[in-house]
């Protein structure tokens, strides 16, 4: 099966100008080259939480799970531990991931789970109409806070590093080559990857020429290095005038949680009553 042939039947809705498309397109690239590599498509889940990046998982032709908003990333973690062998794949909003969800995204660091989860960080609430987000700059004017916000964002690069996250990348979606590569790197690491991508939204905070001024791919960084690794992260912290950088600020291999987790092997009935069920399963 490919996933550009044939497309979905589901109509796309999202903004002309959107960064969502450049995600699409990524994902599609990354996921057919990962299937010449070897990988059946079949062994391949994407899952999505509710917002517009979650739209997402409609247009790309592998299984996939719509979850609710703010736990995609429990849902990424169970259905890699139900079936390790998959690769599970999050896509999340940064209203949903480092908002409402945001302590499943730590607890996910913390235990270094082989997962992926990509956010589409336009630090705004884009289903929503516009509302200020976690990563939104402080006096950012938007439906929820129209004489500007009063708090400094979260830098999430920076909390994941402290959460004990294995690999932590920022990406931006007027850039699709770089894209696809990180993209391939964080759907490759075997841990939990992160990877922060600048998704503008073109209705309700568009970004694109900010950006473009700004933004810089790493180089001569040393991702292993976590003193390294960290002042990069804090060169921009997602409010101040500063460079922004793009690219793979820390990597490091460390044992997967997964690997470890072993159910009993015994068959569970679930169609019996819970307490059974969960007596067969340890
Ligand atoms: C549990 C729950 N809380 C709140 C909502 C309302 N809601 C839907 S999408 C959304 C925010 C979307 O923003 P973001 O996660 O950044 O995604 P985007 O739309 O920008 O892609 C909210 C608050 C909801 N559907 N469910
Ligand atoms: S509202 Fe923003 S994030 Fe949502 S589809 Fe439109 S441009 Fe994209």
Redesign the pocket.
């Known amino acids: 099966m490919s996933v550009q042939e044939p497309g979905t039947y589901a109509k796309n809705t999202w903004c002309p100008g959107c960064g969502n498309f450049s995600i699409l397109n990524s994902i599609k690239a990354v996921l057919e080259s990962i299937r010449e590599e070897g990988t059946p498509l079949d062994n391949v889940v994407l899952v999505s939480?509710?917002?517009?990046?979650a739209k997402i998982v409609d247009y790309v032709n592998v299984n996939s799970f719509y979850s609710?908003?703010?736990r995609a990333t429990p849902v990424v973690e169970g259905i890699k531990l139900a079936d390790p062998k998959l690769k599970v794949i999050g896509f999340a909003?940064?209203?949903?991931a480092y908002g409402?969800g945001l302590e499943h995204l730590i607890f996910a660091a913390k235990r270094n789970i082989d997962i992926t989860m990509i956010i589409?960080d336009?630090r705004?609430?884009?289903?929503?109409t516009g509302q200020c987000?976690p990563t939104s700059p402080m006096g950012f004017k938007g439906r929820s806070t129209p004489r500007g916000s009063l708090e400094m964002p979260i830098n999430p690069l920076e909390l994941m590093l402290s959460a004990g996250a294995t690999f932590i990348a920022r990406g931006f979606s007027h850039g699709i080559e770089h894209l696809k590569k990180i993209f391939k790197e964080a759907v490759n690491h075997k841990g939990f990857a992160l990877l922060d991508i600048l998704q503008v939204?073109a209705t309700f905070y568009n970004m694109y020429e900010y950006y473009d001024k700004r933004v810089y791919e790493l180089k001569d960084h040393n991702p292993a290095d976590y003193s390294e690794a960290l002042k990069k992260i804090r060169e921009w912290d997602y409010h101040n005038d500063a460079p922004i950088g793009l690219g793979v600020f820390y990597k490091k291999d460390a044992p997967a949680f997964d690997e470890g987790f072993k159910f009993s092997g015994k068959e569970v009935d679930v169609n019996s009553n819970i307490d059974k069920v969960l007596s067969d399963a340890v």
């Open positions: 939480g509710i917002g517009c990046h609710i908003h703010g909003g940064d209203g949903d409402e589409h336009n705004v609430y884009g289903l929503t987000a939204c």
